[in-house]
């Protein structure tokens, strides 16, 4: 049992180095985060020290590349909250809810965003990022805390709380359009071999054509150097074509 938060540790280790591009926090940030109290409210100085560096990165571009929140993930997120705080994260889902948050964090909302297998994250963005609910929307950001809160069945429960800023949607059509395109050009490229070494083989094969009426080939004897007697070996020749002209 003890392997289990070293094994917890280096996958979302990985998960931070491949999904996002983002800078590592500052070493007062990173110690502002481990005062972050779980299953509170976001008034403390943790939640600021997040949103401070999301809003700096405002016009940079995104830096998620495709590895989205798995469920492993969620759960340990949920159950070990102190190890992973301030790690970068990409997640995608339905909006479900949407809720302007008090001063002074009048300029963020709280979303609540179901993931693709059902499981719920509360997500933090700034209040000028659209989202409605119903909407499917893109997030990458960093683990923030645990969260607990009145699901609307009335259960308390507890979600993963990221600060984070939408993005646009990773786009599947080129890859979706490339490898078509690539087994297209393979197998043209195939085609195209088989017809040259069929027709080079034909060639090999193909015996040599009857020889031309009144032509010359290798086993004719050479003409004469007189024309008149030339000539009468090339008329000789036409006349009597099987027997390569008179003897």
């Known amino acids: 049992m003890a392997r289990i938060p070293v094994i917890s540790s280096l996958l979302l280790g990985l998960l931070a180095s491949v999904a996002l591009a983002l800078p590592p926090l500052d ?6 985060l481990t005062t972050a109290v779980d299953d509170r409210d976001h008034q403390e ?28 993930t969620w759960a340990i997120l949920v159950e070990s909250p102190d190890d992973h705080r301030g790690i970068p994260l990409v997640l995608e889902g339905r909006v ?16 609540f965003v179901r993931l693709p297998d059902e499981r719920v994250v509360a997500v933090f963005v700034p209040a000028s990022d659209e ?3 119903g909407d ?5 950001g960093r683990f923030y805390k645990r969260l607990s809160a009145v699901a609307r069945d009335g259960m308390l429960r507890r ?15 080129p890859m979706a359009y490339a490898l078509p395109a690539l087994l297209l050009g393979l197998g043209f490229c195939w085609i195209v071999l088989r017809r040259l070494a069929g027709a080079s083989r034909t060639r090999r094969r193909m015996p040599a054509g009857p020889r031309v009426v009144g032509g010359s080939s290798p086993n004719d004897p050479e003409l004469p150097d007189e024309p008149a007697r030339a000539l009468d070996v090339l008329r000789s020749r036409h006349d009597h074509p099987d027997k390569g002209g008179a003897s």
């Open 27 to 32: 070493a007062t940030s990173r110690a502002i």
């Open 45 to 72: 100085a943790a939640f600021s020290v997040l949103v401070e560096e999301l809003l700096r990165r405002a016009g940079e571009p995104a830096g998620s590349t495709g590895s989205l929140l798995p469920a492993e």
């Open 96 to 111: 479900e809810q949407r809720t302007e948050l008090a001063r002074p964090w009048d300029t963020m909302c709280e979303l």
């Open 131 to 133: 989202g409605s609910p």
């Open 136 to 140: 499917r929307a893109r997030f990458e």
């Open 159 to 173: 979600y993963p709380a990221v600060v984070a800023r939408r993005v646009p949607a990773a786009s599947r059509q």
